[in-house]
């Protein structure tokens, strides 16, 4: 339930009926504009009685929420929300591009692509860590000897770094470590990791899951917001579909759906989500015509002998290329890059 507050209401009519509210077991959640006030109700809102509320001189008008995430939906927060990483942005007018190696292999390697993305445009440099894997016999990162050598391309550089977090174990030392921390598509349901990360204020990358629908990835982000960050950045990079010439099936008109439905900015991964190297840079461009606030994408120095991926990453001289070719879309939608 959303209740819309007149304009000019004094703050201290607006905290009378929030006390009201909240006394019969009910959140609240304000959003003041600069024309607009709304208080955005959390919980069993049957418990609250409408025309109780209308009684208020202050309630323009009360609307009724149908979809059961809250502090996602856009009727709560009507303007986009802005995520701000390590001095790089999400969301807004300007668009994010996150680059990098599917895994971290070696300090020349993650170095060498991190100054071939930032003198591209990247502004957020990815690369895993710790890799999650179908088979259990193939490359799972170098784990913690990964983390330290992103943060060494970090000082080289000045990219903030984003990176995929497996274990609610590992949560503080990624939140002393990295500027993003990933949640992959098969941890998009892990929901005690959601919860722990919750705690945190820490900016979530939240990627989808393989075969989750859009009402069930952003319920995934309330999990993270119902704890309290607000910082929540979603990831389209594919779903499991019936087709198997890509690896996965790139829903682009999510990125609608969920820009209408949710403030929270989302970017596009064409790399997984297609699976060869060929589409990516058509992909990409294709996310930022339909509206996506940035991409992640994964660019190797080597790809022929990637430890991970190598079928799907783009060499730096191809990412160029796409950078080159986003600017000129992105300044046609009215962004900036």
């Given amino acids: 339930m959303i209740i819309v507050l007149r304009q000019g209401t004094p703050q201290a009519e607006i905290d009378h009926l929030t006390d ?5 077991g009910i959140s609240v959640n304000p959003i003041v504009g600069s024309d607009l006030t709304i208080l955005g ?32 939906n856009r009727m709560f927060h009507p303007g986009n929300s802005v995520i701000e990483a390590g001095g790089a ?3 807004g007018k300007g668009l994010a591009v996150m680059a990098g190696p599917c895994s971290v292999e070696s300090r020349e390697q993650i170095t060498t692509v991190a100054k071939a993305v930032k003198a591209a445009g990247a502004t957020v440099l990815r690369g895993g860590a710790f890799k999650p894997r179908t088979s259990p016999y193939a490359f799972q990162g170098l784990k913690y000897e990964g983390l330290e050598l992103l943060k060494a391309a970090r000082e080289e550089t000045g990219l903030p770094i984003v990176s995929e977090l497996m274990s609610p174990y590992d949560i503080e030392r990624f939140v002393e470590d990295v500027d993003i921390i990933q949640v992959g598509a098969r941890n998009m349901q892990n929901f005690d990791l959601l919860r722990q990360l919750g705690k945190t204020q820490k900016p979530i990358l939240l990627k989808r899951g393989l ?14 917001m119902a704890g309290g960050n607000s910082n929540v950045i979603l990831c389209e990079r594919g779903i499991r579909t019936f087709e198997t010439y890509t690896r996965n099936t790139v829903d682009l008109s999510a990125v609608l759906a969920v820009k209408k439905l949710s403030h929270l900015p989302v970017v596009v991964d064409p790399s997984h989500g297609t699976g060869k190297r060929w589409m990516v840079p058509p992909m990409a461009r294709a996310a930022i015509a339909v509206g996506a606030d940035g991409l992640m994408v994964e660019v190797h ?8 991926d190598g079928q799907q990453s783009i060499t730096p001289d191809d990412f160029t290329q796409v950078m080159a070719e986003i600017r000129a879309i992105a300044q046609a939608v009215g962004r900036d890059i």
């Fill in 20 to 24: 009201m509210i909240v006394g019969q």
């Fill in 41 to 72: 109700l959390i919980g069993d809102t049957s418990r609250v009685d409408p025309t109780q509320l209308e009684s208020f001189q202050c309630v323009e008008r009360i609307m009724h929420v149908a979809e059961p995430f809250k502090k996602a």
């Fill in 89 to 91: 942005t999400i969301g």
């Fill in 211 to 224: 075969s989750a629908t859009i009402e069930e990835w952003l319920m995934s982000a309330e999990y993270i």
């Fill in 301 to 308: 120095n080597d790809p022929q002998h990637a430890l991970c």
